[in-house]
């Protein structure tokens, strides 16, 4: 679930304050195992592994995970990368395990201010991140990928891989107006 939202406000005194704000819930993790699934190309599909029944595929709950401290998911709990051998998976396309959610608010603050009756200047100051909140990043649209190694094959599978939102940001500008 998204949730976004902007306002903007123009007071007395040449004073506008304006915001964005974006809420999301985490984006389901698709599990694969790419680098022994040997299913031909011709085929268009993936080997995707399923949760071995009763096993919890988490190291750690997502709440207290560390990503200095190890991976979030094991791999044991998961079909071995041994059996693709022509072999799709029993998992699903989109699990329900989920990545962690976003959270941003920018907000600007301009003053307009009347030089003379055919030149203003705007001074105005933005803040990009303003509360500084850090997400381990799944943001396709910003650049971002998975925040975690989602390739079950892989030596570092559950490991975080640097991936995170932006830090605050300030910017500040005048503008002249004639």
Known sequence: MAKSGRSSR?????WQLSSNLR????????????SVCNIPGQLAAECI????PGADPYVVKPGNWDPGA????????????????YYLGQGARISNYRAFGYQ?????????????????????GEFFNVWNWHTFAMMENIGYGLPINNDVSSP??????GNESPPRNI?????FMF
Do not use: H, Y
């Open 171 to 175: 910017q500040v500008a005048i503008k």
């Open 10 to 14: 123009q007071g007395c005194g040449g």
């Open 49 to 52: 592994p399923g949760v071995l």
């Open 70 to 85: 190890g991976p979030l998911f094991k791999a044991s709990a998961f079909e071995p990368p041994s059996s693709f051998n």
């Open 156 to 161: 570092t599978f559950g490991d975080w891989n």
């Open 23 to 34: 809420l999301n819930d985490g984006r389901p993790i698709n599990f694969r195992s790419s």
């Open 104 to 124: 941003n608010q920018d907000i600007a603050l301009a003053k307009t201010i009347k030089l003379t009756e055919k030149l203003g200047m705007q001074l105005r």
